[in-house]
């Protein structure tokens, strides 16, 4: 018997293609089975934990203070003012009922801060599904997101009373990529530089809220988003933070753009027929900048308007002024010593009853470490800058500038002549012009006088003309650069100067009646360029019409010699060793205010100064140049003058035209057919003691 004759018969041969099935249904298997424990592991259902304090949430919804307070606690560490409670409540009501607000409150009032935790509010609670952060750049409102971003991912007692929004944040741990899931379906959640859309979670108020920003500026026509559904929807609030510059405050033209963006694209984000509810937190610059304009219920009367100032303070005079005058100079000594404001706080608690009396702080607990209460803090910023304190800690810069109150671009443009542009007026017996030098532009500006000083301006513009009613210097498209290709600076002002004065100085100015007069005299700054402007003047034709001028910022001394041709305020030395021309020198303080006290006289009145009859826009960049320069103070002479100091606004440059008028005001006093009329003028210097008295001539200074 074999061997193997009970052994069963062998197997077949495995089947490869049955083998391979059996690894593509393991390997399917195995990879089932760790989906299912990465979905398990993604899945932030089972450990959604449940609201900490409900009755503390429940408060929060309906108190925007509360949950300021209670969940922003490391932000707003100091009390609240008065200011800050009645703003908070003007918020939380423009959110649940409606309307467009604006805030102005002062620098470092905690504006972005509140403006941070009003936004959350918002969206957490539901009352907005689409919720838009502007601030005056894109940088601004990028940083304003990241501060929400970051508080919706650290604060614990958000994720706490919040967890439906804030513990799917949290489950990233900083990874936007991960993907999680709520009982078994995907957490839809974004996080851009420009935009959050928080977690879909089922029943939260705030699935799917939107958060986005942007600058003013910027990108914001048309903001919308897609939902998954493929449903577009838009903003149904929006914020704005600070929406202008400290360099946009102070240009006209970016007011302007500010101004119709958000009258236009930010209230009509809503879309059309929606309405939009808008808050916007400020601080005024200065004088008809953005925020004083929305402030202005005359002329934004969809707008709401509240100014909050830092301090409520009495009039400065007196003994008492006196007292802070003495406190501002123990200030500095105090500062030179590097004491830590030991001496200056010793002399402020001595005389602090009287220092005090009648001020009011609106936030007592805004004050440094080494300053001892509000009033004292705020009277530092006083005297650091006044102008700075009334725009930005005050929210009024008018009351920095009393004096000018009369004056404005806007009264300016409006004064207007009955006349044509280029028309002569029928009492006019004079005509002059003056020229303002720059680098690439020639400003200009032709007065026609009258015999009692009354004034009309009948031309003004720039050389290469910009063929627009609004520009800057800093912006011109047409320059001397591109107009005289090929020459140097010298060369292409002298031959800017060439071909202005041939088209002004050789034409000739008719009156109503067919009349025609020339320019009798034209001044050309010298003050940039002077070797050009002197050369100019001594070569071209028109040098019988000519005259150098430069302006000083000192009163100028009588000089008794009679080779010296001297009026009010300006003095025409004989001509120099080695020129060729005579040349002015003029006190610019002085005919400073005379140009500007001529433009507060009423219309029609002698002594006032006209503009050509237009629409009154064309005007507006004349009227900006003139309300550019300020009166700053005043400053007594070694005479015992009292004179009083202008200068241009902070962050301005253009006041081209009021330097063009300013000469054109010198240059008519200085041909002696006409004498000044307004006392303020004629008194403007006195004569010195133990002088003969004589009467004057007509272009000699009144002492």
């Known amino acids: 018997m074999s061997f193997f004759a009970g052994k069963d018969a062998e197997p077949p041969a495995p089947d490869p293609k049955n083998k391979q099935e059996r690894y593509e249904a393991k390997k399917a298997r195995e990879g089932q089975r760790q989906r299912e424990q990465s979905a398990q592991a993604r899945d932030i259902a089972p450990d959604m934990p449940e609201v900490a304090e409900p009755a503390r949430r429940e408060r929060a919804a309906h108190d925007l203070q509360f949950f300021c307070e209670t969940y922003g606690a490391k932000t707003f560490c100091l009390g609240w003012s008065p200011d800050h409670r009645e703003v908070i409540k003007t918020m939380q009501s423009t959110i649940t009922d409606g309307g467009c607000y604006c805030l102005a409150m002062p620098r470092g009032s905690g504006k972005t801060s509140l403006a941070l935790w009003v936004c959350l509010w918002a969206i957490l609670h539901g009352y907005e599904h689409f919720f838009v952060l502007i601030g005056a750049t894109a940088e601004a409102a990028k940083e304003m997101l990241a501060g929400i971003k970051d508080e919706l991912e650290t604060n614990e007692l958000l994720l706490a009373d919040y967890p439906e929004t804030c513990y799917p944040i949290a489950r990233l741990e900083g990874v936007p990529q991960r993907r999680l899931l709520f009982a078994g379906k995907p957490v839809r959640m974004l996080f851009t530089k420009t935009r959050i859309v928080l977690p879909n979670i089922p029943g939260s108020k705030a699935a799917g809220a939107i958060i986005g920003v942007a600058g003013l500026t910027g990108r914001i026509r048309g903001l919308q988003h897609r939902l998954p559904d493929g449903k577009k929807i838009r903003p149904g609030f929006v914020l704005l933070d600070d929406p202008q510059t400290d360099k946009s405050a102070v240009m006209p033209a970016q007011n302007d753009k500010r101004e119709r963006l958000i009258s236009g694209a930010v209230l009509g984000l809503a879309g059309p027929g929606q309405k939009i509810s808008a808050v916007m937190c400020c601080t005024v610059i200065a004088p008809k900048d953005l925020s004083d304009r929305f402030l202005d219920h005359k002329l934004h009367p969809e707008w709401h308007g509240k100014r909050c100032a830092m301090l409520a303070m009495p009039k400065l005079e007196g003994e008492q002024w006196q007292r802070w005058l003495e406190y501002a100079d123990v200030m500095v000594q105090s500062h030179h010593l590097n004491d830590g404001g030991q001496l200056r706080n010793a002399f402020y608690e001595k005389h602090r009853a009287e220092l005090e009396e009648g001020f009011t702080a609106a936030w007592e607990e805004r004050f440094e470490e080494d300053e001892i209460s509000a009033i004292q803090s705020a009277m530092h910023l006083f005297f650091k800058d006044r102008y700075v304190f009334f725009a930005e800690y ?91 290709r090929g020459t140097d600076r010298p060369g292409r002002i002298y031959q800017g100067l060439s071909q202005l004065m041939s088209e002004k100085l050789a034409k000739e100015w008719k009156k109503p009646d067919g009349e025609t007069l020339r320019i009798e005299r034209a001044f050309v700054d010298m003050g940039f360029e002077t070797d050009t402007v002197r050369k100019f003047c001594a070569e071209s034709p028109f040098k019988s019409q000519l005259m150098p001028a430069k302006g000083s910022g000192k009163p100028l001394r009588y000089i008794n010699d009679v080779r010296h041709q001297q009026g009010n305020g300006w003095c025409i030395p004989p001509v120099a060793k080695g020129r060729k021309v005579r040349e002015c020198t003029f006190d610019s303080n002085l005919w400073i205010k005379f140009h500007r006290d001529r433009l507060t006289v009423p219309v029609g009145t002698r002594g006032a100064l006209t503009l050509w009859t237009a629409r009154p826009s064309p005007h507006q960049m004349f009227g900006d140049h003139i309300d550019a320069e300020i009166k700053t103070g005043t400053f007594t002479t070694t005479t015992g003058e009292i004179h009083d100091r202008f200068d241009l606004r902070p962050g301005l440059s253009d006041n081209h035209f009021a330097d063009c008028l300013k000469m054109a005001c010198v240059a008519a006093s200085t041909t002696g057919k006409i004498k000044l009329s307004l006392a303020s003028e004629e008194a403007a210097s006195t004569k010195p003691k133990g002088r003969k008295k004589r009467e004057p001539k007509a272009y000699e200074m009144t002492w």
């Open 394 to 484: 005050q929210n009024d810069p008018a009351a920095a500038q009393e004096d000018d109150a009369a004056l404005s671009a806007h009264a300016i443009k409006e004064r207007l002549s009955g006349y044509a542009r280029g028309v002569v007026p029928p009492e006019t017996v004079l005509l002059t012009m003056g020229t303002d030098v720059q680098g690439e532009l020639l400003f200009y500006v032709i007065v026609a006088w009258a015999a009692n000083f009354s004034g009309a301006v009948i031309d003004y513009g720039s050389f290469p003309d910009q063929e627009r009613a609004y520009y800057s210097l800093a912006d011109a498209r047409r320059t001397l650069s591109r107009k005289f």
